[in-house]
């Protein structure tokens, strides 16, 4: 599929999630303010008739307005004569019965000679309960004698009374995590695809250089007036020889990795001298590869002693010198510098810290987490100067993390790279 398209497809699918989304919320608002309208409804009814009722029992007008709503879950109703707390809450039970409202509230009797409230109680339909006042109930100054009612559980009564909406919210969550779950994976797959494919392509190159050269090395060294010249002939059965070395070594890098996605990696630990090991990887490269590359090492070989698995160990450090070389820059000396020094906790040394260090084109910072990932290699447009599956720092990842060991890389474009392996002494 085209990235075209799959962009559109996205773009659709999110659009209509969006909008059933929106359209969901709305719905449910409605509903909500709809259940909240014949709520406030029932309840003023209830109050009204508990305030027609105190004033029929003390023999007094009641004032038209009665009843005021100061917020959502707030009422306060005048009756303009005294009140029997007794005989309020006895009428509220009634009233409250008749609209089948199964809510905990709390009320309040206002004092007006002593301006504040002189009674208050919460009631709970459940008997187990044993609460307070949740806040204190404000007065209303607008009024002589009243008494005030407080839902404080509307909002959660509400919401439990919109079963059918809740379940289809509910849903389309699900649904909204599904869809953006799957989006998350297409784009994975799709990146590993144009990964895949990429691979392929350079591995497919990278085979076909090496192979190409054998065969013409070998060809000239099939022709009777080559096999004359002894010089010639050794020149060209050292090509051959380097370049087999150069199709082995990318061998051996995808079956490492074939290895290690397949099995459980397993570790021949040993004790090692870091000196002479570096000293070994750094003779294995080839003279061509080394022309005009500076290594500097500040090791001291009484001082780098640790244990790990020797090839293994020896493959991370091949890798990093590789790409070392491999990334140079062209304006600068090429140069490369190898430190070790130790990790130090509380006066103690346990381990090493190996660090890698060139001078070479760097690494921008939006690359620095992927670079260890398998099959990525830093965009470089249509320029291809650099070959390789990038799957070096992978394996290298990989392996330090099996010794459980960390890796640090520190780089700026331009400015070189520094690869630290921070090693913890077994």
Request: proline share 2%; charged share 20%.
């Amino acid at each position: 599929m085209q990235n075209s398209t799959i962009r559109w497809v996205i773009a659709l699918a999110t659009f209509s999630i969006i909008g059933i989304f929106v359209t969901q919320m709305y719905w449910v608002r409605k509903a909500f303010d709809l259940k909240e309208k014949q709520f406030n409804q029932s309840v003023n009814i209830a109050l009204r008739k508990v305030g027609e009722q105190l004033a029929k029992l003390n023999e007094v007008a009641l004032n038209p307005k009665i009843i005021n709503q100061v917020s959502s879950n707030y009422f306060v109703v005048n009756v303009n004569t005294a009140i029997d707390a007794n005989s309020l809450e006895h009428l509220l039970e009634i009233e409250f019965d008749k609209i089948n409202l199964d809510l905990d509230y709390e009320y309040g009797i206002y004092d007006c000679s002593s301006n504040q409230m002189v009674y208050g109680k919460y009631v709970s339909n459940d008997h187990s309960k044993n609460e307070k006042l949740s806040s204190d109930l404000p007065a209303w100054k607008e009024f002589t004698y009243y008494f005030v009612i407080l839902f404080p559980n509307k909002s959660i009564y509400l919401l439990g009374q919109m079963d059918i909406w809740l379940f289809s919210s509910v849903v389309l969550l699900i649904v909204i995590i599904f869809f953006s779950y799957t989006l998350f994976v297409i784009l994975k797959q799709k990146r590993l695809s144009e990964i895949q494919r990429d691979f392929i392509n350079n591995m497919t190159h990278e085979f076909k250089t090496p192979i190409s050269t054998i065969a013409i090395s070998a060809d000239l060294i099939s022709n009777p007036t080559i096999m004359a010249k002894p010089d010639s002939l050794l020149s060209y059965a050292n090509i051959i020889k380097t370049q087999n070395t150069r199709l082995k070594n990318q061998i051996e890098k995808v079956l490492q990795m074939a290895m290690m996605d397949k099995a459980k990696l397993q570790l021949n630990f040993e004790n090692l001298n870091l000196f002479h090991l570096i000293q070994e990887v750094i003779k294995n490269f080839n003279l061509d590869e080394k022309t005009n590359i500076v290594f500097n090492c500040n090791l001291e070989e009484d001082k780098c002693n640790f244990r790990a698995d020797k090839v293994h160990f020896t493959n991370i450090v091949y890798n990093l010198l590789d790409n070392a070389i491999k990334y140079v820059s062209p304006e600068k000396t090429p140069e490369i510098e190898i430190n070790i020094r130790y990790n130090i906790k509380n006066y103690a040394v346990y381990g090493l810290i190996l660090s890698i260090k060139d001078n070479g084109i760097g690494i921008e910072k939006k690359h620095q987490k992927q670079i260890f990932q398998k099959f990525y290699r830093v965009p470089t447009g249509n320029v291809h100067n650099v070959k390789g599956f990038g799957l070096g720092l992978n394996y290298v990842q990989q392996i330090i993390k099996a010794h459980h060991w960390k890796i640090r890389v520190e780089s700026e474009l331009n400015e070189g790279s520094n690869f630290m392996i921070v090693g913890i002494d077994k």
